[in-house]
């Protein structure tokens, strides 16, 4: 349900513009959702990037802050991850979600996702290489 895109290769402090393409209403039935992109690099932990809440609210991983730009388009069932400045430790694939028992582990009450949730969606993700 979730099919991200816009990944590739950059040279550092470039941009990039990463889309996720939702399908289905995930979040039918509950009154607010949260959606967010996490990364993983060769070697590394999964870490959160940013999310996204229906409130409009937003949250950042401290090493993107300033440089990258979560936002959805709910007439067109797209999240996206605007990525400027670069730098190669961006170097990840990267992954959509729309699973708010991960995103609440990763941002607690920071972001609204709903409680009762217990599901969890993700996309099959997409490499960014920055050199």
């Known amino acids: 349900q979730l099919v991200e895109s816009g990944g590739g290769s950059a040279q550092a402090g470039g941009s990039l513009r990463l889309s996720c393409s939702v399908s289905g209403d995930i979040y039918n039935g509950y009154s607010s959702y949260c959606m967010g992109w996490f990364r993983q690099a060769p070697g590394k932990e999964r870490e959160g990037v940013a999310g996204?809440?229906?409130?409009?609210?937003?949250h950042y991983a401290d090493s993107v802050k300033g440089r990258f730009t979560i936002s959805l388009d709910n007439a067109n069932n797209t999240l996206y991850l605007q990525m400027n400045s670069l730098k190669p430790e961006d170097t990840a694939m990267y992954y959509c979600?729309?699973?708010?028992?991960?995103?609440?582990?990763?941002?607690?009450?920071?972001?609204?996702?709903?409680?009762?949730?217990?599901?969890?969606?993700w996309g099959p993700g997409t490499q960014v290489t920055v050199s």
């Open positions: 996204i809440d229906s409130g409009g609210g937003a």
């Open positions: 979600a729309a699973d708010p028992v991960q995103i609440r582990l990763w941002v607690g009450s920071n972001l609204a996702c709903p409680r009762r949730a217990h599901f969890g969606y």
